[in-house]
């Protein structure tokens, strides 16, 4: 008994030890494939991981102005963003918008020696530029007005040019381009508005893209030759417009704080107004925006100016201009809310 006890002992071990060795493998091999899982996925996983990092990278937000230019004004790479009414040819194309990293960080020193030209610095010095599609042809009135615009201008803009020469009718040497103020005031447009400048297509500057909407802002101007350059915007004492009444006020906001810098804007049709709040306040003119003529803005907030605030408007001819209840000015019963019609 004990020699046949000890026999199936010694198979029951032999056959332990052949179970083992299989339950081993059988691990082993979990084990593996397991891990060949995880290496198959470990790819696809770091690939999400890279484009999730990378989303985080790029992505960022757009904040806007809704009082700002009807481009944009983003501080982003692109730049600021200008809309003029005709443009700005460079590059052989009209450019509308056009942003400042086209053009060239410029300071206006004031009229060059002939009609249409300014005289402006720069890194390289002084430059005399023939603002395109201007004409060297002026009345003596109508230079009187050029050189009251191009002071009122502001002294530092942006110059837009194809480095075109050309020589003047006096034999000074200079470069046909565009300047565009830091409000996105185009120069050229903003003399034929006060008929300060006469319109020429001539010339392989890029002049006839813009010369004939350049003749239709002329024609479309209400200033007339004979108003003299002490009329201009600024010249007059605020609030004391001619005594002939000028367009209707239409499209009207006063937004106390813009998004801009917090401060009051005031936006209306026509173009070209000078706004005056209280009779005194005259308000910086940055051109139009926002399917409006007119933006002018102040260094204070609107609730700065208190209750039952006055606004008045004056165009280009030194006339008041008239709101829709037949008054020379408009009321604002709140400066520190909103008010439009």
């Known amino acids: 008994m004990i020699k046949k006890y000890a026999k199936f002992d010694t198979l029951s071990i032999s056959r332990e030890q ?13 084990e593996v494939f397991k891990n060949m899982k995880r290496t198959q996925q470990f790819p696809l996983f770091a690939l999400l991981c890279l484009l999730t990092l990378l989303c985080l990278l790029v992505g960022c ?26 443009g700005v040819p460079l590059g052989g194309e009209v450019r509308n918008p056009i942003t400042d990293q086209q053009g060239v960080s410029v300071r206006i020193l004031g009229p060059g020696s002939t009609p249409g030209s300014v005289v402006i610095l720069k890194d390289s010095g002084a430059q005399v530029v023939k603002l395109r599609a201007l004409s060297e042809q002026m009345s003596e009135s109508a230079g009187s007005r050029a050189t009251a615009v191009i002071s009122a201008f502001g002294a530092d803009g942006f110059l837009y040019t194809d480095d075109c020469q050309f020589v003047t009718a006096d034999g000074a040497l200079s470069i046909v381009g565009d300047i565009i103020n830091n409000f996105g005031d185009s120069l050229a447009e903003s003399l034929l508005e006060k008929r300060a400048a006469e319109v020429s297509s001539a010339g392989d500057c890029g002049q006839a893209l813009v010369a004939g909407c350049y003749q239709s802002l002329l024609e479309a101007s ?9 009329e201009l915007p600024g010249a007059s004492a605020p609030g004391k417009g001619n005594s002939t009444p000028g367009a209707t006020v239409s499209n009207f906001l006063w937004k106390p704080s813009s998004e801009r810098n917090g401060n009051l804007v005031v936006l209306l049709n026509p173009a070209g107004a000078t706004v005056i709040v209280n009779e005194t306040t005259v308000l910086e003119g940055s051109g139009p925006s926002n399917g409006r003529g007119t933006t002018a803005r102040a260094n204070k907030p609107g609730a700065a100016f208190g209750t039952n605030v006055r606004v008045e408007a004056i165009d280009g001819a030194g006339r008041s201009l008239v709101f829709p209840d037949g008054k020379l000015f408009v009321t604002i019963p709140n400066g520190a809310q909103r008010f439009e019609f």
């Open 18 to 30: 052949s179970i083992l060795p299989n339950t081993t493998t059988e691990r082993l091999n979990s």
């Open 222 to 230: 209400e200033v007339q030759d004979d108003i003299p350059s002490e």
């Open 61 to 86: 937000s757009k904040e806007t102005d809704d009082d700002s230019r009807s481009t944009s004004n983003s501080s982003g790479d692109s730049g600021r963003a200008f809309s003029t009414f005709c």
